[in-house]
């Protein structure tokens, strides 16, 4: 890096999910309403699309990570969406219940989703603050 170059963030790449299996990932994935990007089983690897943007959650299959059961230690992403409470509904239907129901915040509504190696999604919405959110 030269002298007239300074560092900076420009945003996200992808964000990394470890997973057991990579088939049991996707298709969890996928019944949560997520799009595979691209699959490549011989990396171990596949893209799942968030929204229009480029970068995406990246599950990497991993032989060390075992199923958990939730609670436990993790960190979260959490993820817009235009109604928390409507997915918290489709989610079940498709059965994924949320971790702790849906809960208010201070946007709008929220819920936390586990799969199974741990790996923690939270979906919150701006029903309460629409001029933050990206539909505004």
Sequence with gaps: MSDDQSYELLGFDN?????GDLAEAIGFYERAGFTVGFR????????LKVGGETPGLLLRAEEA??????????PRIWLEVPDA??????LAAAGIEPLDGVFPGATGWTLEIADPWGNILGLTDYTKRPALGRRA
């Design 40 to 47: 490549f089983d011989e990396a171990g690897i596949a893209l």
């Design 15 to 19: 964000v990394l999910l470890p997973v």
């Design 85 to 90: 409470r409507v997915a918290a509904r489709e």
């Design 65 to 74: 990570v075992a199923h958990r059961t939730p609670p436990w230690p993790s």
